[in-house]
């Protein structure tokens, strides 16, 4: 019965985390991409490099003094931002499913940012724009990897799980891309972002609890329960929301 409940709730962690960082080094990558192409690779994977760098020295400092807060304490905080972060990524997801919010799409971003790229002036040496432009797009996205992965695994007392998943995502993130260069659209950003939400929203939930001493059923199987009955409940959202545009658009 233990093994069931620590794999549980383990499996419940490994696919938010896993989820959440490639979803924000997908959105990197096409950054990093269209910088490359158009202003040089040099100076795109120099502002890469030193974004990286940054997010490393923030998990290295703060990760380890999450570990020292009371259990409790830690996990209604980090239950109420975990809440606040998956209605947002479950709001937008069912919005964009059900065609009320325009779809995600790569090429697009991709095509905005080598035309604000182009319209910029080159330089014959180091490319500043292209530093900055690289350091800005992988730190922004890399800071919510950075925010999901110290919250969900300090929260769960499995930080060094929950880091070494998220490298593994930006690996194969990267390698991917690597390979396919700028056919990130392929990637299913869309369905990936509405998992994420449900399983921050069930995370919130469950922990929101824990820190309130609410005792669960099942204890840390209870996870998959949340993530069942937000799944339905977005199903749900997105059907009626889906019917409700078709009516709209008839009329």
Do not use: C
Request: hydrophobic share 60%.
């Amino acid at each position: 019965m233990l093994a069931t409940v620590v794999s549980s709730s383990a499996v419940v962690l490994v696919g938010a985390v896993f989820l959440a960082t490639s979803v924000e080094m997908v959105e990197a990558l096409t950054i990093v991409v269209a910088v490359g192409h158009t202003r040089g690779w040099r100076s795109a994977l120099e502002g890469t490099a030193a974004a990286l760098g940054v997010l490393a020295v923030l998990v290295a400092a703060f990760g380890p003094a999450l570990v020292h807060v009371p259990l409790n304490v830690l996990r209604l905080v980090v239950g109420g931002v975990l809440l606040i972060f998956g209605l947002q990524w479950l709001r937008k997801a069912v919005l964009r499913a059900s065609g009320f919010k325009a779809l995600h799409d790569e090429d697009a971003i991709y095509t905005a940012t080598v035309r604000e790229l182009e319209a910029l002036e080159t330089s014959p040496q180091r490319d500043h724009v292209a530093f900055v432009m690289a350091f800005k797009g992988v730190f922004l996205e890399g800071l919510e990897v950075v925010i999901a992965v110290l919250t969900l695994g300090a929260s769960a007392h499995r930080l060094g799980l929950a880091v070494v998943v998220s490298l593994v995502a930006i690996v194969v993130v990267g390698t991917a891309g690597v390979i396919v260069a700028r056919q990130l659209s392929a990637v299913p950003e869309n369905a990936m972002k509405l998992g994420v939400g449900i399983m921050l929203v069930s995370f919130g939930t469950f922990w929101s609890g824990e820190g309130l001493r609410i005792r669960w059923p099942g204890s840390d199987t209870m996870l998959l329960g949340f993530v069942a009955l937000y799944a339905i409940v977005g199903w749900i959202l997105i059907a009626s929301l889906r019917a409700r545009r078709e009516r709209e658009v008839a009329a």
